[in-house]
Nanobody, 126 residues
Framework: QVQLVESGGGLVQAGGSLRLSCAAS????????KGWFRQAPGKEREFVAT????????DYADSVKGRFTISKDNAKNTMYLQMNGLKPEDTAVYYC???????????????????WGQGTQVTVSS
């Protein structure tokens, strides 16, 4: 059972930046397909970004392309989401997720993940 813990959320003004981290309890996390999702109040959880186990493939939601960057550090068993140019509509609880899938593949569907963190709040003020 892989345990995931997010950190790095907070309150930031529009146009600002935050970096979220997702630390895993096991080394095998480095080879898993990983992703970030978010859920705003009254809305369904939505895909944000995903990265393959190899790290060579990434995919982003159209709403964050060019502003957010997903990355990982295998030595630290940690995944990151660098968020720049934040907008009020980015306000949500952000979740990291992982699944033991195809090493070179990515996953944009929440139903495709087995492991989830508890979430971290990101609030962007206008």
């Amino acid at each position: 059972q892989v345990q995931l813990v997010e950190s790095g959320g907070g309150l930031v003004q529009a146009g600002g930046s935050l970096r979220l981290s997702c630390a895993a309890s096991e080394r095998r996390f480095s080879s898993y397909v990983k992703g970030w999702f978010r859920q705003a109040p009254g809305k369904e959880r939505e895909f944000v970004a995903t990265i393959s186990g190899s790290g060579g493939s990434t995919d982003y939601a159209d709403s964050v392309k060019g502003r957010f960057t997903i990355s990982k550090d295998n030595a630290k068993n940690t995944m990151y989401l660098q968020m720049n140019g934040l907008k009020p509509e980015d306000t949500a609880v952000y979740y990291c997720a992982a699944v033991h899938g195809t090493y070179y593949g990515t996953q944009t569907r929440a139903s495709g993940y087995d492991y989830w963190g508890q979430g971290t709040q990101v609030t962007v003020s206008s």
